[in-house]
């Protein structure tokens, strides 16, 4: 704002540029976020385009198997949310670099900062866009997407691959304080399981114990158990009692031990966190899957807010050689960033750290560079 030097100069003058140049700065806002969301929608739907045909491609003989209608609703239009989700960090990436590019490269930027604009200013309507981008990712993967994975896992299991487990070996586990749990043997697919043991402890002392020839699986905890035996053990004698059929309830089903590759994707975040902290007060030990897509999901939001930054330093200075070099940089950083968030995900697995700090390595990593990059853009 101009001083008013009270002889020259009207003041209403001086308050309707100010009031203009407000009201412009709005606009630059809107017109950014506008130029980063819609570049990032078309990155997706470019990409997703291009998806199509090599998964139409390579699964073709399934898809002239299936039902044209189950291919399109269980399968297509619940897969490409899914990849466009994964992928999310990817195309936020390539969003900022290629219009931020463009913008420096037509002067924009220039124009923007030698009229008084700073580059925290300039930083604000990214960070807004930003945060657009991580609240739909979040949204999507912790909420609407698990429901449509069930459907498009279970037309992949029946046109493609079979990748359900329907049989269990040698099954223990904690079902409740002092109740362990054990079958030979379950079939998923007629609800059974064979040689089964229920024992109850108190105070480290086995005070009963449950052997059956069957157990069938009937709905949510309802068991039958079938030909069984039950001895309760007393201080100084034990009291047996048989039967031909129990209907019972037990604090467990199929689904906590019958694991499978995807399973944790078919489970929104709530539904995770809950079977998570279940699944470790029964000593189960086979969950890092599941941990590691929980802690994922926070860390890929995250992950929008650290990349537009970097792509936004990186490509805010007009370079030689034009966008060429800016895009190939950028796809450089993005493809590391998902491959590192999968190295770092074995890390979780193998044992060498909690999933929580392997998801959150590449995030902090990169915020590192994120930052560097950053004050040497803003003081150039």
């Known amino acids: ?15 309707i540029k100010f009031n203009t140049n407000c009201k412009m700065l709005k606009k630059l806002d809107w017109y950014i976020i506008r130029k980063f969301l819609g570049t990032y929608i078309f990155a997706i739907i470019l990409i997703l385009a291009i998806t199509i045909m090599f998964d139409v491609n390579e699964k073709l003989d399934s898809f002239i198997k299936a039902p044209i209608q189950a291919t399109i609703f269980d399968y297509f239009l619940n897969f490409l949310p899914y990849f466009a989700n994964q992928f999310s960090p990817l195309f936020t990436f390539i969003a900022v670099i290629f219009f931020t590019s463009k913008l420096a490269g037509n ?3 220039i124009a923007m900062l030698s009229a008084g604009m700073s580059f925290n ?19 999507l993967s912790a909420y609407v997407i698990p429901p449509a994975n069930v459907e498009r896992i279970a037309y992949t299991n029946t046109y493609v691959k079979n990748k359900r487990v329907d049989y269990g070996a040698n099954i223990m586990m904690q079902v409740a304080p002092g109740e362990i749990a054990y079958m030979s043997r379950y079939d998923n697919v007629s609800k059974t399981g064979y040689k ?28 039958q158990v079938r030909d069984y035996v039950i001895r309760d053990f007393y201080e100084t004698r034990e009291a047996i009692r048989t039967g031909s059929q129990l209907d019972t309830i037990i604090p467990f089903e199929p689904k906590d031990f019958l694991i499978a590759k995807n399973d944790q994707e078919m ?5 995770l966190r809950t079977y998570i902290s279940r699944q470790k007060q029964r000593g189960v030990a086979n969950i890092k899957s599941f941990e590691i897509e929980y802690h994922r999901r926070y860390a890929m939001t995250a992950a929008a807010f650290i990349l537009t930054i970097i792509g936004m330093a990186l490509s805010s200075r007009k370079v030689k050689g034009g966008m060429g070099i800016n895009i190939g940089i950028g796809l450089l950083l993005s493809f590391s960033y998902i491959l ?3 190295v770092t995900s074995t890390f979780a697995v193998s044992g060498l750290t909690s999933p929580l700090i392997a998801m959150w390595i590449p995030n902090i990593l990169y915020l590192i560079i994120a930052i560097v990059l950053y004050r040497r853009a803003s003081a150039s």
């Open 121 to 139: 200013r300039l930083l604000r309507p990214y960070m807004v866009s930003a945060a657009v981008i991580a609240a739909a990712t979040f949204l």
């Open 196 to 223: 089964f043991s229920l024992e109850s402890f108190k105070d480290k002392r086995l005070v009963s114990r449950l052997t059956a020839q069957t157990v069938k699986w009937d709905t949510l905890y309802q068991w």
């Open 340 to 342: 590192f968030m999968t």
């Open 1 to 15: 704002m101009e001083a008013y030097d009270g002889g020259t100069r009207d003041p209403t003058v001086v308050t």
């Open 267 to 271: 489970l929104t975040t709530p539904q």
């Open 107 to 109: 002067s924009e930027i």
